[in-house]
């Protein structure tokens, strides 16, 4: 049996669990589970702050990426029937940044399918960030794939100040999913950011028929980018991907899971992003209290994410401010 309170009081003494003992917990046993989620509570409700973290994302390209990742419906090497669009205009990325300020949302994000931005792409999206900026009310943030330091730099010097690249999976896992780029690619670009100035969001997507262990692995890979944000998507089968029959987690996989990265990161941003609406409003509650104090809201990239009041209605009965 895993000593789970002793591994609790280590976290909220100030120490660090090691490697070993954060992979100890992919032995917890089902008795266990209540023992595990309400440790991870505790250590949420002394580390964590009570201020919910929202954001937004805009699809801001879609569809034909070249890389063959297998969880996404973007990628063009897998038939989907999402929309597929070029860069959008200035008029659509004021207006949707306008809709989430007004929704009192805090961060704003641009995401773009395709290896990386690029070029005349992405000299476009740093003068939009610029407009951005310069009117306030948002805290800017980009998801544009393995940009280099300069492609970065210009992306910070016109007012993004925090750069997402998730790791996706372990890196044992990461090669079965993806041949085009690697977890260490990923963490290249990752540390660039960080040098610049960037803060750091990046986590993953749970359920793509990885092991318990290597979801474990996944969120002590992510302590080396020491990120401020980590979410953690819900993979969603999506029809035409290599995954679109892959059998979901059970909740109570879902809630051991986000009790890991509690565990192994104590004081972080852990987010709800994709797939939550899988998990019934009790199971969601638990996340909240459990560790999940950050979130995206509204609509994500190529499936319906949630409504802003409802989530609103969720977050206070979750027990935190917004």
């Known amino acids: 049996m895993i000593d789970i ?3 609790k009081t280590k976290i909220l003494s100030g120490d660090t669990l090691t490697a070993e003992e ?7 046993e089902v008795s266990q589970q209540e023992e595990l989620w309400s440790a991870a509570e505790e250590i949420t409700g002394a580390l964590c702050d009570k201020t919910f973290d929202s954001c937004s994302i805009v699809n801001a390209r879609s569809g034909k990426c070249p890389e063959n990742c297998k969880w996404c419906a973007q990628s063009a090497h897998h038939k989907t029937n999402i929309d597929t669009y070029p860069l959008i205009s200035r008029e659509e990325c004021m ?3 306008e809709m989430n300020r007004k929704a009192g949302i805090r961060r704003f ?6 290896r990386k931005m690029q070029g005349k ?3 476009t999206v740093c ?4 407009e951005l900026n310069h009117k306030g009310g948002l805290h800017l943030c980009a998801s544009m794939g393995l940009l280099d330091r300069d492609e970065l730099q210009k992306l910070y010097d016109s007012g993004v100040t925090r750069y997402h690249c998730n790791l996706e999976a372990a890196p044992s896992f990461f090669s079965q999913l993806c041949s085009t780029h690697t977890v260490e ?3 290249n670009t990752i540390l660039m950011a960080r040098e610049i100035g960037f803060e750091v969001c990046s986590g993953g997507i749970i359920g793509m028929g990885e092991t318990r262990r290597q979801r474990i692995e996944l969120a002590l890979e992510l302590r080396r980018v020491d990120p401020h944000s980590i979410p953690i998507n819900l993979l969603c089968p999506i029809p035409g991907t290599p995954l679109e029959n892959q059998k979901p987690l059970t909740e109570d996989e879902v809630l051991n899971t986000i009790s890991f990265f509690r565990f192994i990161h104590p004081t972080k941003v852990l987010r709800f992003a994709g797939g939550r609406a899988q998990l019934e409003k009790d199971a969601q509650l638990r996340a909240l209290k459990i560790g999940m104090n950050g979130g995206i809201m509204g609509d994500l990239l190529t499936t319906i994410g949630s409504k802003v009041e409802e989530d ?9 401010e917004y």
Do not use: P
Request: hydrophobic share 40%; aromatic share 8%; charged share 30%.
């Open 109 to 114: 994000s641009m995401v773009t399918s395709g």
């Open 5 to 7: 309170k002793a591994l």
């Open 22 to 28: 954060a992979l100890s917990l992919s032995e917890i």
């Open 121 to 123: 792409d992405l000299d």
């Open 127 to 130: 003068d939009y960030y610029k």
């Open 95 to 97: 207006n949707a940044a």
């Open 312 to 320: 609103k209605r969720l977050i206070a009965e979750g027990g935190y």
């Open 185 to 187: 690619d990923k963490i």
